[in-house]
């Protein structure tokens, strides 16, 4: 199973609303990531967790908190966001990088298409 | 520093002829190569990697890649190009353990159209 899902799909949210978004795998994996991608622009990274531990974190406002509950699970809390906050969100997983080894590829779920008016 | 370039934003085919996808990097030690397509609406897919070895990479849906050291590419090719192929293609590309670059680095993308 390689499949990384995202909930939901869609979200539209307030500029004071809280909300969050879920992300779950179930291939092994140790690494996760989180991503925003505007229309038709590369992925930019947003944040890793390697063994359920925070690694990496992009420089992100504090308005995205990101939480990983175990590791299967990787969830993006989201409050008092601004309008050019509305993007696609990518999760993704891979096996963790580290020391000598090459990099793993990472493998990505669907995507969850946020709005913030 | 690494990066890496897409220098074609749009690559128009016809469906049944070869198509290829450019791509460029610039790293300070060996090159881990990767190419990902992104579907309307969908997250990126993996394709292939180059890590070491055999320049000629195959990948998924009958793709490979060319890893060339001296012109420093990896383009995306086809023989046959099919309609479906139609897609957003990602280039990215991480230094070796010894570079200063902790994750991936992405190229701006290229839209590839397959016409019938």
């Known amino acids: 199973d390689t499949e990384v899902t995202q909930t939901p799909k869609h979200l539209v949210m307030g500029m004071t609303n809280k909300k969050s978004l879920k992300c779950e795998q179930h291939?092994?994996?140790?690494?996760m990531y989180w991503y925003k991608q505007k229309a038709k622009k590369p992925p930019e990274l947003m944040f890793v967790?390697?063994?359920?531990?925070?690694?990496i974190n992009e420089s992100v406002p504090s308005r995205f908190s990101p939480e990983c509950p175990n590791s299967s699970l990787l969830n993006l809390h989201l409050h008092a966001l601004q309008p050019e906050d509305s993007a696609l969100y990518l999760c993704?997983?891979?096996?963790?990088?580290?020391?000598?080894?090459?990099?793993?590829?990472?493998?990505f779920g669907p995507g969850t298409r946020l709005t913030v008016t | 520093a690494q990066s890496v370039a897409q220098p074609e934003d749009q690559v128009n085919v016809a469906e049944g002829n070869p198509l290829t996808v450019k791509c460029t990097y610039s790293?300070?030690?060996?090159?881990?190569l990767f190419w990902y397509v992104q579907y309307p609406n969908r997250g990126l897919q993996f394709l292939l990697k180059?890590?070491?070895?055999?320049?000629l990479v195959k990948g998924s849906y009958g793709f490979e890649a060319e890893f060339n050291k001296s012109q420093t590419s990896f383009h995306l090719k086809k023989p046959s190009a099919l309609v479906s192929d139609s897609a957003l293609y990602f280039c990215?590309?991480?230094?070796?353990?010894?570079?200063?670059?902790?994750?991936?680095?992405f190229g701006s993308g290229t839209q590839l159209t397959v016409l019938p």
């Open positions: 291939m092994g994996h140790r690494a």
């Open positions: 990215a590309v991480r230094d070796s353990p010894f570079g200063s670059a902790r994750q991936l680095t």
């Open positions: 967790y390697s063994y359920e531990k925070l690694s």
């Open positions: 993704a997983s891979s096996h963790p990088n580290g020391g000598l080894a090459a990099p793993y590829e990472q493998y």
């Open positions: 790293v300070s030690g060996n090159p881990y």
């Open positions: 180059y890590i070491t070895g055999d320049n």
